[in-house]
């Protein structure tokens, strides 16, 4: 898969599931949320899209079990054929499979996690993870804003379009401040805008090491 024809993929717009507008794949998100319902209705429309759409798509549960993920998504009208398509995984395995988190691991993850799609002749990828794995002090997890915002230059060309899960009430208020300055897009009561306070990878890596 060359760089050209990637560049093209990012270009391409999806359904995002939950508003009628399209954005290029590749978008980079953050669902900042309180609501447990609304949080259900928005990432189960969101997955139930990749799969329609022919895109590989995976979840990080961490907040919940992967059975009770699998109730929520029939609930919010998920069901066979689409719900196997959806691989659900602990988010502990994903990001810290050794017992470590390394953000240089899981950006390489990521990138094979695109190129095996396009390889399976999906149309693209899609993925959504809870946050909350973060919270428990495992090793590496003070690097977690740093590998987000990472993210934003590997889907330049690795154009996986992502929704990142964070809970207002579980997160601090710097921790938030952080979530926002590292996703170019946010979804703010069932709407995808731009984010104001975005910051450009080098910019933040550089504000982000010197506050540590």
């Known amino acids: 898969m060359g760089v050209r024809e990637d560049m093209k993929n990012l270009q391409k717009e999806v359904d995002m599931g939950f508003t009628r507008k399209h954005f290029p ?3 980079h998100m953050c669902l900042i949320y309180s609501d447990e319902k609304e949080r259900q209705n928005i990432i189960g429309k969101f997955l139930n899209s990749g799969v329609i759409g022919k895109e590989k ?10 059975d009770e993920v699998i109730k929520w998504l029939i609930n919010t009208g998920i069901t066979p054929p689409s719900l196997e398509e959806i691989s659900l ?3 502990t395995k994903i990001y810290c499979p050794d017992g470590t988190f390394v953000p240089e691991t899981m950006l390489n993850n990521l990138r094979t996690f695109y190129d095996n799609a396009k390889k399976g002749n999906y149309q693209n990828a899609r993925v959504s993870g809870e946050m909350t794995w973060a919270l428990r002090g495992i090793p590496g997890s003070d690097r977690l804003m740093e590998y987000e915002s990472m993210i934003n230059d590997v889907l330049v060309t690795h154009p996986v379009t992502a929704v990142c899960q964070y809970d207002v009430t579980r997160f601090s208020g710097t921790s938030i401040l952080n979530v926002l300055k590292v996703h170019p897009m946010m979804v703010v009561k069932g709407q995808i805008v731009q984010n104001p306070y975005y910051m450009k ?8 090491s010197a506050a540590r």
């Open 57 to 66: 798509v995976s979840y990080f549960v961490d907040s919940i079990t992967p």
């Open 201 to 208: 990878t080098d910019d933040f890596i550089k504000e982000f």
């Open 25 to 27: 794949a590749g978008s």
């Open 89 to 91: 995984l602990p988010a």
